[in-house]
């Protein structure tokens, strides 16, 4: 854990917190994650489980205390909480989209006997997907979660982006998808335009235009739209960044707009060590 440090008239640093060993040498955090309500952290690991610990753990001296929320076969790569906190989904190795209900308190709860979701919303049972993705699961970021279901957008080795409508009865569908040329690692929200109707799956949705920035691996950096045109929708790119001769793994972007109205991006590779900076 690092802290940032800035004092005025001084440049910004950053400070070493603690280092806390969750699990054995041998096993990597491959993602970590904030729980909406700050008490909980989730963390994919190499060993396919997809652990919770509590977040007053991150930076004292015992050892931390983690339950197992989600397994999967292989490698577990990502994971993201509902908006709400009500559940966590995973992605794997295996192909596996998995998604499991939490209760309010989860890792107290994990570690009982019974789980008892605590949560307003409609009971959802926990269910995993194999079929959608044609190879590891490596991106997950849920739009919208309500009584009727999820929307989720995902990224894949098989190259491309989806998006997942997920009811609460009834078959998992994918809504729209795009291959983008390279296994699609990471995804970040660059900007939301909201709703002005009900759009499709039966709810209203926060955003009717999502703007992404998208880590492709072998492909670069990616800027991708992602907009509803009743009763579809749709994935564009906007704009590619291919300077990189390695694996992109990493991007990030400024979320301020200069006067031309860009904003500067930051995107980085694996083997050749690149970072580069640009503007779109």
């Known amino acids: 854990m690092y802290k940032l440090n800035i004092t005025p008239g001084k440049a910004p640093c950053i400070v070493h917190v603690s280092t806390v060993q969750h699990f054995a040498e041998d096993v990597l955090i491959t993602a970590f994650s904030w729980h909406p309500d700050g008490s909980t952290v989730g963390m994919s690991l190499s060993s396919g489980d997809v652990c919770l610990g509590k977040s007053t753990n991150i930076t004292s001296d015992t050892t931390p205390r983690n339950v197992v929320a989600l397994t999967h076969d292989l490698e577990a790569w990502t994971l993201a909480f509902l908006p709400d906190g009500s559940g966590v989904l995973s992605g794997g190795d295996d192909g596996a989209l998995r998604f499991t209900e939490l209760p309010r308190d989860p890792v107290d709860a994990l570690s009982g006997s019974i789980m008892e979701p605590d949560y307003p919303s409609s009971r959802r ?147 050749d060590r690149l970072l580069c900076l640009w503007r779109y």
Request: glycine share 8%.
């Open 125 to 271: 049972t926990p269910w995993a997907d194999k079929k959608i993705h044609g190879a590891g699961v490596t991106a997950i970021f849920p739009i919208h979660c309500d009584e009727a279901g999820l929307l989720i957008v995902t990224g894949s080795y098989d190259d491309h982006i989806r998006l997942i409508y997920a009811p609460l009865v009834g078959r998992r569908q994918v809504l729209s998808e795009l291959n983008l040329g390279g296994g699609v690692w990471r995804l970040k929200v660059l900007d939301r335009k909201p709703a002005s109707q009900e759009l499709p799956g039966r709810f209203e949705l926060e955003p009717k235009e999502l703007l992404l920035l998208v880590s492709c691996m072998h492909a670069g950096a990616r800027i991708v739209k992602l907009s509803c045109s009743d009763p579809t929708w749709n994935f564009e790119v906007l704009a590619k960044f291919e300077e990189h001769k390695s694996m992109n793994y990493g991007s990030d972007s400024q979320p301020q707009v200069n006067d031309r109205g860009q904003r500067t991006y930051i995107s980085t590779s694996f083997y």
